[in-house]
T-cell receptor
Framework: GAVVSQHPSWVICKSGTSVKIECRSL??????MFWYRQFPKQSLMLMAT?????????EQGVEKDKFLINHASLTLSTLTVTSAHPEDSSFYIC??????????????FGPGTRLTVL | AQSVTQLDSQVPVFEEAPVELRCNYS??????LFWYVQYPNQGLQLLLK??????LVKGINGFEAEFNKSQTSFHLRKPSVHISDTAEYFC?????????????FGAGTRLAVHP
């Protein structure tokens, strides 16, 4: 089956530093990748949608200068949290859509990255 | 706009008992419907999906769901649960028209299976 990996699985950083999270589709090419944020005991909130080779589309209220998304290849997207602060602590999950070009394409989710900012 | 309501935030149940997790949605256009499961500190795994055709959909791990258009519901059921089914369950919709649209998730239902 389709597998999506994320790295790292957890990260602790100091306030003011930047953190990069990688999302990889291991056995398929992903035309579109999605980045979600999940607070404890809450649902997933879509942050942005990225298509390979183009700029990401951010959801309303998400700061694009703070959450930098790069989708440089069909198997890799990265999310960089710049100048992280404690309120950015959260569980970040990516998902990937295979490149079938069909509206019925299923999204496959990564295992998530736990970010803790001290 | 679409929205998803999961009517129960928590559902406790004994092992081998049946369970139903309720999901209602609101949309002015046709949608695809999904159920995902999330185990602690993990990402989401697709349980089942309704795209078209038969309104009774069977998924993995013995789960099934029924799409009811008139009631705008997509309830998830399992006839006999196991301890290993303890997890968070999310119902989600995605609009059919206008390209590949984003998933809209409900708030989630915590299923706790007790021995």
């Amino acid at each position: 089956g389709a597998v999506v990996s994320q790295h790292p699985s957890w990260v602790i950083c100091k306030s003011g530093t930047s953190v990069k999270i990688e999302c990889r589709s291991l056995d398929f090419q992903a035309t579109t990748m999605f980045w979600y944020r999940q607070f404890p005991k809450q649902s997933l909130m879509l942050m942005a949608t990225s298509n390979e080779g183009s700029k990401a589309t951010y959801e309303q209220g998400v700061e694009k200068d703070k959450f930098l998304i790069n989708h440089a290849s069909l198997t890799l997207s990265t999310l960089t949290v710049t100048s992280a602060h404690p309120e950015d602590s959260s569980f970040y999950i990516c998902s990937a859509r295979p490149g079938g070009g069909r509206l019925t394409d299923t999204q496959y989710f990564g295992p998530g990255t736990r970010l803790t900012v001290l | 706009a679409q929205s998803v309501t999961q009517l129960d935030s928590q559902v406790p149940v004994f092992e081998e008992a049946p369970v139903e997790l309720r999901c209602n949605y609101s949309s002015s256009v046709s949608v695809y419907l999904f159920w995902y499961v999330q185990y602690p500190n993990q990402g989401l795994q697709l349980l089942l999906k309704y795209l078209s055709g038969s309104t009774l959909v069977k998924g993995i791990n013995g789960f099934e769901a029924e799409f009811n258009k008139s009631q705008t519901s997509f309830h998830l059921r399992k006839p006999s649960v196991h301890i290993s089914d303890t997890a968070e369950y999310f119902c989600a919709v995605r609009r059919l028209s206008g390209g590949y649209n984003k998933l809209i998730f409900g708030a989630g239902t915590r299923l706790a299976v007790h021995p």
